[in-house]
């Protein structure tokens, strides 16, 4: 199982950024997908996930409302596409999947919202 994420960089505040997660090495279309976060000094935190079939999604209260996950099953990929962002989303994001009981992480990519 491997996941690759991009995407992330410096923006302003308000601005938007989209991240990707190409996954592979496992059927992508019948496992859920989340993105977490990580701030700096702090724990990691779920951001939001969207499940397999249906697409349902789900968001932290952070985020809500300016965030939005969506995934590709063609290509194997999930997106986060952020919106209004703020100095406090700065943070390393990471693509997440759990299959057959074992928890799966990418590498991570920074996003650092500041003027």
């Known amino acids: 199982v491997q996941l690759v994420e991009s995407g992330g960089g410096l923006v302003q505040p308000g601005g938007s950024l989209r991240l990707s997660c190409v996954a592979s090495?496992?059927?992508?279309?019948?496992?859920?997908m989340s993105w977490y976060r990580q701030p700096p000094g702090k724990e990691r935190e779920l951001v939001a996930t969207?499940?397999?079939?249906?697409?349902?999604?789900n968001y932290a209260d952070s985020v809500k409302g300016r965030f939005t996950i969506s995934r590709d099953n063609a290509s194997s990929t999930v997106y986060l596409q952020m919106n209004s962002l703020k100095p406090e989303d700065t943070a390393v994001y990471y693509c997440?999947?759990?299959?057959?009981?074992?928890?799966?992480w990418g590498q991570g990519t920074q996003v650092t919202v500041s003027s």
């Open positions: 997440n999947t759990k299959r057959l009981g074992v928890t799966y």
């Open positions: 090495g496992f059927t992508f279309s019948i496992y859920d």
């Open positions: 969207i499940s397999s079939g249906s697409g349902r999604t």
